[in-house]
């Protein structure tokens, strides 16, 4: 089952922050978050999974929560490279396949 | 670049027709899974092979198939092509099945049909 994301779509001014939201009604193994930008492929940005574990890169932050089978990402300080949509992908621990949302579209502007 | 490869980066081709889609993991990555992502929408998983071995399969039609050979390499076979079937197709890679498997996206290859 497709996990749900929110917003759709965000708009920030460069330097603003904004929450990403990732939700699933399925017990989940784990989260994966990507950032694809227009015509390109999507680019890892980090992996959470149950229990605790994160792997991701330095200047992007997110949070599991278990109980709730919810996941937050975090962007500070958005700059203009931030753009683009982010995915989040869940894992059920069914052999590692994952369900991607229908995404969420990030613009930052100037 | 993630080290990803997929061939050809377009193509165009018939209704009816058969294509073949290459994908090179990176190196040392023993699971490639396959992705299409139609216009706008998001990324739907087609099938994961790792070592050699299907380990899961997506909403992957009947007329798609797809292999990893020996030396890591894999192919998505698409036949009997709809227009439908237009898509950009992506092949990721990851370390291993479970756990800590982020995935590393190839740049795609763009399916037209007409």
């Known amino acids: 089952q497709q996990p749900v994301q929110s917003p759709q779509a965000v708009i920030l001014r460069e330097g603003e922050d904004a929450v990403i939201n990732c939700s699933s009604s399925k017990a989940l193994y784990s989260v994966h978050w990507y950032r694809q930008k227009h015509g390109e492929a999507p680019v890892f940005l980090m992996i959470?999974?149950?229990?605790?574990e994160q792997k991701g890169h330095e200047k992007i932050s997110a949070s599991f929560n278990e109980k709730k089978q919810q996941s937050s990402l975090y962007l500070t300080a958005s700059q203009l490279s931030y753009s683009g949509t982010y995915f989040c992908?869940?894992?059920?621990?069914?052999?590692?396949?994952?369900?991607f949302g229908t995404g969420t579209r990030l613009q930052v502007t100037l | 670049d993630s080290g990803v490869t997929q061939t050809p980066k377009h193509l165009i081709t018939a209704t009816g027709q058969r294509v073949t889609l290459r994908c090179s993991p990176r190196?040392?990555?023993?699971?490639v899974y396959w992705y299409q992502q139609s216009l706008d929408q998001g990324l739907q998983f087609l099938i994961q092979?790792?070592?050699?071995?299907?380990?899961a399969k997506g909403n992957i039609l009947e007329r798609f198939s797809a292999q990893q050979f020996p030396d890591l390499h894999s192919e998505l076979n698409l036949s009997s092509l709809e227009l439908g079937d237009s898509a950009l197709y992506f092949c990721?890679?990851?370390?291993?099945?479970?756990?800590?498997?982020?995935?590393?996206f190839g740049p795609g290859t763009r399916l037209t049909v007409t």
């Open positions: 092979y790792y070592n050699g071995e299907e380990r």
């Open positions: 959470l999974l149950k229990g605790g």
């Open positions: 992908g869940t894992d059920r621990g069914t052999a590692s396949k994952l369900t």
């Open positions: 190196s040392g990555d023993l699971s």
């Open positions: 990721a890679s990851s370390p291993q099945v479970a756990g800590m498997n982020e995935q590393y």
